[in-house]
T-cell receptor
């Protein structure tokens, strides 16, 4: 079945540092790819998505590019803020009927 | 426009008891999925409901059951609660034919 591998956390960065969270996936077919963010004590919020190869999803300064040849969807942000401290989940989705498959997520802590 | 609404937000139950969690999907969404998120882990798929039927199920025992009503709202029932059932339970809904899910804020269940 589908699966996802994310870099181990926690990731601790100083404010304004550059962020990369690696994500690689295994999926049959041609999945859409998603990044979700979970702030402390909350549910998951959609951060960005991409539906086909070479698409770039972006939101709130975060970006990720769908790389089919490397089955990757790495999350990047040029300058992180304390308010970006959260857990980030990468997930592939093969069709509208299939469930999202999550890894353990990557916890990001940004210190002032 | 209200998103996905879950109730209650927090719940404490005793081992062996039964619990019912509720979810109202986002307006226009007809598919509801439930996830269990243990502390420090990613969400795990429990099951998905569509047209009042369970369409898919993850690797959870039949102590976990659900229901979807004609208005698309859903319930998750867990019988014979175990300490290991303590987790955040997330509901996610999706619109017809679309790829992607909107999550609620979750119900935090503590079994003592």
């Amino acid at each position: 079945g589908d699966s996802v591998t994310q870099m181990e956390g926690p990731v601790t960065l100083s404010e304004e540092a550059f962020l990369t969270i690696n994500c690689t996936y295994t999926a049959t077919g041609y999945p859409s790819l998603f990044w979700y963010v979970q702030y402390p004590g909350e549910g998951l919020q959609l951060l960005l998505k991409a539906t086909k190869a070479d698409d770039k999803g972006s939101n709130k300064g975060f970006e990720a590019t769908y790389r089919k040849e490397t089955t990757s969807f790495h999350l990047e942000k040029g300058s992180v803020q304390v308010s970006d401290s959260a857990v980030y989940f990468c997930a592939p989705l093969n069709s509208g009927n299939t469930p999202l498959v999550f890894g353990k997520g990557t916890r990001l802590s940004v210190i002032a | 426009d209200a998103g996905v609404t879950q109730s209650p937000t927090h719940l404490i139950k005793t081992r062996g008891q039964q619990v019912t969690l509720r979810c109202s999907p986002k307006s226009g969404h007809d598919t509801v999925s439930w996830y269990q998120q243990a502390l420090g882990q990613g969400p795990q798929f429990i099951f998905q409901y569509y047209e009042e039927e369970e369409r898919q199920r993850g690797n959870f025992p039949d102590r976990f059951s659900g229901h979807q009503f004609p208005n698309y709202s859903s319930e998750l029932n867990v019988n014979a609660l175990l300490l290991g059932d303590s987790a955040l339970y997330l509901c996610a809904s999706s619109p017809p034919g679309a790829r992607g899910y909107t999550f609620g804020s979750g119900t935090r269940l503590t079994v003592v």
